[in-house]
């Protein structure tokens, strides 16, 4: 396993990393490969504190459902009767639909009054939450899926308004006092200042330079706590053999997302749930300032494994790699198809990633089809069939998948902690 880590460093240009292994609630592997920060001699080790971005939001998630054992809410009440200074919640709105990114909130990103206040150096959760008030929405709640960083953002609220706690007290309290998971905490806002932190990376040209700083502590509820990979990963296993949450609430925090017309999604309360190898898959990704990080837990297997970079890159290689052998699977292949000029032509373009504010595009040079969207690396695709692509030889990571050909062309992009994200061509 060690080898499949270095060898993925080196790939993919990553200064360090933390990888846990449990089979149960043993651990069977915890080890850390590189650097903590380019700035430090500290070697990265498996107690090296990472930003765990997006992950933080299954905190969230089972902080709400832990608040609805103690009777103190229902995950169907009404956003406006816990958030009644909100001014543009759309009908119908429930915290469920918050839960499961179905709310149609619009998001963080696409927001340029709020986006410049997470990005502005010195800026206070007052004013995030003066902007959030009048968010709008930009779809009906429950008509679709869209992921939204705005939606944990407003879960955070409704848990102090709730509990009468600030987050990190509400968190400490129920889940990481009493599980030992001491090293969960609130990030600090520019984490990887001192030793037993790790810090994130660029890498502009050919070498790593430390990356800009952010403002982890204002996502709170959507990306703001900090841990190790072993307390992730016995997280994990509190989460599946119920020591966090009952058997009830679990269930509901890993069904998929029913959404208005009785469709599901392949997500369900800050956890994705698609499973590429066969063997059911719960967990999630964190991506942002320059890290990245994949949790993921197999429960039939009892096989939980934790994979943290201090680079915006993939993580989820790695997890699949270390977990596909440990299931007893063969290494996966992949099988490329032809695909002619004409066929190019027909996928490059420009892709709006709107919920995200990203802009994707599928280039074309020397015959070949790149993936190109920031902070990522260009990438080179394979042409699988079926208007499919992976990564150029990489069976194990993201995927594309085409709509029909026409001028505003879809492209559903499966991955990033294994959830469906969507673009349109422009």
Not at 109 to 137: I, M, T
Request: hydrophobic letters at 40%; a neutral charge.
């Amino acid at each position: 396993m060690s080898a499949i880590v270095a060898a993925a460093l080196k790939e993919q240009q990553a200064p360090g990393a933390s990888l846990v292994v449990m089979k149960g609630d043993e651990i069977v592997l915890a080890r850390g490969y590189g650097l903590e920060t380019v700035e430090r001699a500290d070697a990265v080790a498996p107690t090296t504190v990472f930003p765990l971005n997006s992950t933080s939001k299954q905190f969230v998630a089972a902080l709400i459902l832990k608040l609805a054992e103690e009777g103190r809410l229902t995950v169907d009440d009404p956003v406006a009767r816990h958030l009644p200074d909100f001014t543009r919640l759309p009908p119908g709105l429930t915290v469920r639909h918050l839960l499961t990114h179905t709310s149609g909130m619009r998001d963080l990103f696409v927001q340029p009054k709020l986006n410049a206040v997470l990005e502005k150096p010195g800026s206070s959760d007052e004013e995030v939450v003066a902007l959030l008030r009048h968010s709008p929405a930009d779809f009906t709640s429950g008509s679709r899926w869209s992921y939204a960083n705005i939606n944990y953002m407003m879960l955070a609220l409704i848990a102090e308004r709730v509990s009468r706690e600030r987050l990190e007290d509400a968190l400490g309290a129920r889940f990481f006092r009493p599980l030992g998971l001491s090293s969960m905490r609130e990030c600090p806002t520019h984490p990887g200042g001192q030793r037993g932190e790790a810090r994130g990376h660029t890498r502009p040209a050919n070498a790593f330079v430390p990356h800009p700083p952010e403002n982890f502590h204002l996502f709170r509820g959507a990306g703001g706590y900090c841990g190790n990979a072993v307390d992730l990963a016995r997280w994990a296993r509190a989460l599946a053999t119920n020591r966090a949450l009952s058997a009830e609430s679990y269930a509901q925090m890993t069904a998929p997302a029913k959404l208005n017309d009785g469709r599901t999604a392949d997500y369900g309360m800050a956890t994705a749930l698609v499973s590429p190898d066969g063997a059911r898959r719960l967990g999630h990704g964190g991506y942002g300032g320059g890290f990245s990080s994949q949790l993921a837990d197999y429960p039939e297997a009892e096989l939980t494994v934790v994979v943290m970079l201090n680079r915006f890159v993939f993580p989820e290689y790695i997890e699949r790699r270390i977990s596909r052998r440990l299931l007893g699977l063969p290494d996966a292949t992949v099988h490329a198809e032809p695909l002619s000029a004409k066929q190019r032509d027909g996928y490059a373009g420009n892709y709006d990633i709107g919920i995200l504010g990203w802009h994707a595009k599928v280039v074309e040079r020397e015959g070949k089809l790149w993936f190109e969207v920031s902070p990522l690396p260009p990438q080179p695709l394979t042409y699988v069939g079926n208007d499919e692509f992976v990564r150029e030889g990489e069976p194990y990571g993201y995927r594309l998948y085409f709509g029909p050909d026409g001028p505003a062309r879809e492209v559903r992009i499966l991955g990033m902690g294994f959830m469906s994200w969507y673009g349109m061509r422009q």
